[in-house]
């Protein structure tokens, strides 16, 4: 018997960020919505415990697997779990990526949460909900909204450090474009630049629910405090903005610390239309996907 379940890729609809703490970490605010644009989990019973990380051909993007296993976030998750129940589970776990790494989809971080899902679910393990979320919160800010994603809240208002999450209504999915510009963007140093361009940064609440409050969102409405870093600390991410700009004339946001940027379509069709409209034009990879509604 076999558990395969789809680990989604999130995005940043809204993101404020203020000034970091004592500890280095930053305060924020933010709309995440995950997507049905996806990585596959798949869990079978095994003598000992093993992962399995590959790219599947329709990953967005051409990405190798360029991080120790030790290191990866779902075999990290599975040593949670052992360590959480006193023995290891001996299971054969693989990933069939399609999400960039380093992507600012948080690709990572929802492997780890589907794995804490569904071992959960699969070993029976009864574990609830807030230890699930404990154990997500160790593996990164952003591990905890995956958890929430998957048991049927796929939009959620993020505070505390991402980890404080309220379900946000989201009543009609929104179709997307998501487009890979090819240069990756490590979260740590795109917070230290915005950090060197914001010395006295603030959270704003209020405009990050004001954004929930005015669905259905327009194509120019989502905004990030984290764009103008990513693309500071990485100039052919701003060139390669601004030809996909110039290109489809509308708005392009970037997601989370970047690097991947995004476009809101009017509908699928359309979607369809821009994805092989950037494809064509400017040979970079990008995938039409919607946003996943309340369930
Ligand atoms: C940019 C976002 O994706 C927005 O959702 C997240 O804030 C990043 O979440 P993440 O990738 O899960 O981040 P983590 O793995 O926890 O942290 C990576 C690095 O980002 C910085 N970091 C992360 C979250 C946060 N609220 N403040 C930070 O300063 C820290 O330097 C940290 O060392
Ligand atoms: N299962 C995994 N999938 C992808 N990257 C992983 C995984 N496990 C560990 N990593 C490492 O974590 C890094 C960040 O991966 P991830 O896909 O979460 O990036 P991200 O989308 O930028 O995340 P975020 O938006 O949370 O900053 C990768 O560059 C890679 O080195």
Known sequence: MTLT???PAKLNL????GA???NGYHPLASWMVATEFHDTLTLEHADRPSLDVRFASDALGQHTVDWPSDKDLTWRALLLLAQHTGHQHPLRITVEKRIPPGGGLGG???NAATLLVAA???????????????HAAQLGSDVPFFIDALQGRPSCLATGYGEQLTPAPHPHPLSLVLIWPGIGAPTGPVYKTFDQLNPNAAVNLPAVRNLINSQPLGHDQPFNDLARPAMHAQ????????????????????????STLYVIARDDSEAHTIATQITDRLKL????TKTLADQ
């Open 5 to 7: 379940r789809a680990s």
């Open 14 to 17: 809204a993101l404020s960020v």
């Open 20 to 22: 970091p703490d004592a």
């Open 108 to 110: 990572g971080s929802g």
């Open 120 to 134: 959960n679910q699969y070993l029976d393990l009864k574990l609830s909900d807030t230890t699930l979320k404990s």
């Open 235 to 258: 100039p052919a991410l701003r060139d390669q903005h601004q030809r996909i700009t110039n290109c489809i004339e509308r708005p392009v946001h970037i997601t989370g610390s970047g």
């Open 285 to 288: 990879d990008a995938v039409a």
